[in-house]
Structure formats: structure tokens, C-alpha cells
């Protein structure tokens, strides 16, 4: 055999063997895709866990969530993951501790994407909320106000939550800043500033934030409710002629409401002297 023939043969040999390696390698990668879809490292796992979960098993759900939490290669997916795992502890094994857990760390390692992210802070406040943590709550409403093209309605919701912890004055801070960032709340939440105000014994403040609200929406249940709030400062501050007049105006009716606040004013102007 001539040496041009040897090395054709060897050629033909070696192409041979390359077509077999590139057809096993196919294979390899084809079963390595197959075992990915099927295990607990892509979104076809967490379909699976739907499936359970609509058949009941809610704690094969959440383990093969948290096998896909742990082991999926991206981090859009583990977030994906710690998210629903999160919804399972907190919607139907009433494990709201457990909740926050998954949730904090979802927050921590990120991967999740503005909108997961603003679902995450939402199902996280309302696991504090259950577990009685107020001040945390509020944070999360912060955090969700800062990501959210809303952010009035989660500043509102971060209010009522520092009040419930004793901070009126982060309260009207939020509820300030609701107002500015949505006129079209502004009237609502200068109403729970008055209320805050009054609550803390700042009947001048109260006042002036009912005043406003009154004129932000003079519309009758607000301006109701505005001209009761600016007679309670009025009353509060001894100017008990003036507080009946906002009584009257708030509702010339019968009105159960403005007549115990009318029979308020008038006990308390027959005990003590009124204001100048």
C-alpha cells in the first residue's frame, strides 16, 4: 500500500471515529437536558409543583420548590422558587415565621425581578403582620415604595404600621409623602394626619391638617369628615362656639356621628370656660 493510500485509509478511520465521539456527545447532552427538565433545576420543576399542589400534596410542593430554590444554576429561577415556597408556608401550612425566612433571603441574594421583588415585599408584610412585627412591616412598605411607580398606597400602608409601633411622627412623615406623591390621595391622608395630630394632644396642628383636607376635597363625606376632625380641635383647644359651628356645617341632619360629638361640646362648655 502506497503511502497515499495509508493515509487515506486513516483519514477515513479517524473521520469515522469523530462522527461516532460527536454522535455520544449528542446523546451525553441530550440525557444531561432531559435529567435538567426533569429535576429540581429548571422552571419544569416548579410546573411540577403546581401539579402537586393542585392534587393536594402541599408538602411535595414545597419540597421540590426548595430543591429548585437550592440547586436551579440561575438566579432568576431560585428566586422564582423561594417565592412560591414562600406562598406554600405562608397560604396553606400557616408558617408565617417559616415565610419570612425564605422571603429574607430572597430579598438578600436578589435574582428576583421588579415585579417578583414587589410581590415578595408585599407577602412579607403581610407575614409580619401576622407575627405582630409592626416596625418591620413598615420597612417593607418603604422598601416596596421606593420600587413601585405607586409609591402613595405603600407609604399609607408604611403609616398605619408605624403607628401601630407608638411613632406618630414617622406616621405623618409617610402619610406626608403619600400626599405628595398622589394629589388624588392628598385629602385622605391629610384626614389621618389631623387624626394623628389630635391623637397626640397637637390640636392646632390637627386643625390646620383637617382645614386642608377640606379644601383639598370638599366633597360630602370628606368634607364631613374634615369639619367633625376641625371640631374636635376646636373643642379640644376650649373654642367650643366655633366647634359647634363646624358641627352644624358638617351636618345640618341628624346624624349620629356629629350628635355625640355635639353633645360632647356642649357638656364640655358648661364645665369649663371657653376660649378666647
Do not use: N
Request: with cysteine.
Amino acid at each position: 500500500m502506497t503511502a497515499r493510500s495509508r493515509l487515506r485509509t486513516y483519514l477515513v478511520r479517524l473521520s469515522t471515529h469523530a462522527h461516532l465521539a460527536v454522535l455520544a456527545l449528542g446523546m451525553v447532552l441530550a440525557c444531561a437536558l432531559l435529567t435538567a427538565g426533569l429535576g429540581p433545576t429548571t422552571p419544569l420543576a416548579l410546573d411540577r409543583a403546581e401539579r402537586s399542589l393542585a392534587q393536594g400534596d402541599v408538602y411535595g410542593a414545597l419540597a421540590t420548590c426548595e430543591q429548585t430554590a437550592h440547586w436551579a444554576p440561575l438566579p432568576s429561577w431560585r428566586a422564582q422558587a423561594r417565592y412560591r415556597a414562600a406562598t406554600l408556608r405562608a397560604h396553606h401550612l400557616d408558617q408565617p415565621a417559616q415565610a419570612v425566612r425564605e422571603l429574607r433571603t430572597l430579598l438578600h441574594h436578589g435574582g428576583a425581578d421588579p415585579q417578583l421583588e414587589a410581590l415578595a415585599l408585599q407577602l412579607l408584610a403581610e407575614s409580619l403582620e401576622i407575627r405582630g412585627k409592626h416596625r418591620q412591616v413598615a420597612e417593607a412598605y418603604e422598601r416596596l415604595a421606593r420600587i413601585s411607580p405607586r409609591p402613595a398606597l405603600w407609604l399609607q400602608a408604611a403609616a398605619l404600621a408605624w403607628e401601630r409601633t407608638g411613632r406618630p411622627d414617622r406616621a405623618l412623615l409617610r402619610h406626608a409623602g403619600a400626599a405628595a406623591h398622589d394629589p388624588q390621595l392628598a385629602a385622605q391622608a391629610l384626614l389621618a394626619m389631623g387624626r394623628i395630630s389630635l391623637g397626640v394632644g397637637r390640636s392646632d396642628k390637627a386643625y390646620a391638617f383637617y382645614a386642608a383636607a377640606l379644601q383639598r376635597d370638599p366633597s360630602h363625606e370628606q368634607a364631613r369628615l374634615a369639619r367633625l376632625g376641625m371640631a374636635m380641635a376646636l373643642d379640644a383647644m376650649g373654642r367650643f362656639e366655633q366647634a359647634l359651628a363646624e358641627l352644624d356645617e358638617a351636618s345640618p341632619e341628624r346624624d349620629r356621628a356629629i350628635g355625640i360629638a355635639r353633645d360632647r361640646v356642649l357638656r364640655r362648655a358648661a364645665e369649663e370656660p371657653t376660649a378666647p
